[in-house]
């Protein structure tokens, strides 16, 4: 087991392995090119803290909160972080620079809603009931992801990618999706949403 992380501190290529830190608060600690395995960290705080070039792998996140807190090109990998507020994070203004990631991670009734997050990575994860409304997610990838109840309106997904994606209800007059990619019979159901019969030929 690795030693606690501790806050006000800087950190460089380092793995964080098996740590146990839950309901705990780290302020303004940074993390460069680090990896936290297996680590256990739900409904700690991470106010003002840095995360660059980080991995978190089978890591339990859930409930966490990030004020003030920035993630560049960090990824979670068959993690959970159910519950999260997104929109409590420093994102740049401009919506540029390389986003976080999800792949094979539980994201549940998280809120990403209002956040520019073009080319953001959401691939075979479990994301119900999470907010993506008034959310620029254009070049995003959805692909084999569960967005059952998720929130799309007013919704950016132009160029996204949701093939194999599932259970999602989007409206095409609510939200852009200008050469997004679906793939049938899922596809299907952006029908549902506009005034027309479906009729099926003999």
């Not at 991995?55 to 993630?71: A, G, H, K, N, T």
């Not at 159910?82 to 998280?110: C, K, M, R």
């Not at 132009?158 to 194999?164: I, N, P, Q, V």
Request: net charge negative; glycine share 4%.
């Amino acid at each position: 087991m690795s030693s606690p992380i501790r806050t006000r501190t800087h950190y460089y290529d380092q793995v964080f392995k098996d740590v146990e830190q839950q309901h705990d608060e780290l302020i303004s600690s940074e993390f460069y090119d680090c990896v936290f395995l297996r680590c256990s960290l739900g409904e700690s705080v991470f106010r003002n803290c840095r995360f660059v070039n980080c991995v978190f792998r089978e890591c339990d996140l859930s409930l966490v909160r990030v004020p003030d807190s920035r993630f560049t090109s960090t990824r979670f990998e068959n993690s959970k972080a159910v519950g999260v507020n997104w929109t409590e994070a420093d994102w740049p203004q401009t919506g540029l620079g390389d986003p976080i990631g999800f792949l094979e991670s539980a994201i549940s009734h998280s809120s990403f809603m209002g956040l520019s997050l073009g080319d953001v990575e959401i691939r075979d994860c479990v994301a119900i009931d999470v907010d993506f409304r008034e959310a620029n997610l254009s070049r995003a990838d959805f692909s084999g992801t569960d967005l059952s109840q998720s929130l799309f309106s007013s919704t950016d997904l132009s160029g996204a990618d949701l093939s194999r994606a599932h259970n999602y209800q989007i409206d095409p007059g609510q939200n852009r999706l200008k050469q997004a990619r679906f793939s049938l019979p899922e596809a299907m159901s952006l029908l549902y949403s506009l005034d027309i019969v479906l009729v099926e030929e003999d």
